[in-house]
T-cell receptor, first 113, second 115 residues
Framework: DAKTTQPPSMDCAEGRAANLPCNHSTISGNEYVYWYRQIHSQGPQYIIHGLKNNETNEMASLIITEDRKSSTLILPHATLRDTAVYYCIVRGNSGGSNYKLTFGKGTLLTVNP | GAVVSQHPSWVICKSGTSVKIECRSL??????MFWYRQFPKQSLMLMAT?????????EQGVEKDKFLINHASLTLSTLTVTSAHPEDSSFYIC???????????FGPGTRLTVL
């Protein structure tokens, strides 16, 4: 799986949009970009994933550049409960053990009141 | 979203004893389950992948005889830490998926402390 690079930490004001960047310059054509987050002492939570088109769900939006070498996760109106470590992971979508996720260090997003 | 539970949520045991952790998919059938562990201030490290009805595949450096994994049904996988030692103290997290889903769903984790 392709390696990702994320800033170690970011701050955001409550109510503002949080934009979390991720570089994945070695991504291959069949690999998806996944985002998970982990609130302290809890299991990770799935947020969103995409291949090349921008995606949006009730939690966030995912913007993938045209060359697919980077992406941005957008939390439109951050709340204090969004404080967590956010992981950007690149992974193929074939079956079985290829579903495994390789977690990097992620970005610690701190939402401030 | 799909729900995955783990039991127990925390356990304290004496060195040399064995501990079993259960992972259940509550509202879907999990053809594949994964076991991770996370040491303080570190990221999740995959330990093994298990497919229902077959032997688990362990990551390099993970002792299969120490971390016994059973995935006997489509809704239950167990991880047994045998002869636990203080260095096995960690946060153990499972995840589950099935062939129809792209995402994995994670359990809440089990904190193991070995005295």
């Amino acid at each position: 799986d392709a390696k990702t690079t994320q800033p170690p930490s970011m701050d955001c004001a409550e109510g503002r949009a949080a934009n979390l960047p991720c570089n994945h310059s070695t991504i291959s054509g069949n690999e998806y970009v996944y985002w998970y987050r982990q609130i302290h002492s809890q299991g990770p939570q799935y947020i969103i994933h995409g291949l090349k088109n921008n995606e949006t769900n009730e939690m966030a939006s995912l913007i993938i550049t045209e060359d697919r070498k980077s992406s941005t996760l957008i939390l439109p109106h951050a709340t204090l409960r969004d404080t967590a470590v956010y992981y950007c992971i690149v992974r193929g979508n074939s079956g079985g053990s290829n579903y495994k996720l390789t977690f990097g260090k992620g970005t610690l997003l701190t939402v401030n009141p | 979203g799909a729900v995955v539970s783990q039991h127990p949520s925390w356990v304290i045991c004496k060195s040399g004893t064995s501990v079993k952790i259960e992972c259940r998919s509550l509202d879907f059938q999990a053809t594949t389950m994964f076991w991770y562990r996370q040491f303080p201030k570190q990221s999740l490290m995959l330990m093994a992948t298990s497919n229902e009805g077959s032997k688990a595949t362990y990551e390099q450096g993970v002792e299969k005889d120490k971390f016994l994994i059973n995935h006997a049904s489509l809704t239950l996988s167990t991880l047994t830490v045998t002869s636990a030692h203080p260095e096995d103290s960690s946060f153990y997290i499972c995840s589950a998926t099935d062939l129809g889903r792209a995402e994995q769903f994670f359990g809440p984790g089990t904190r193991l402390t070995v005295l």
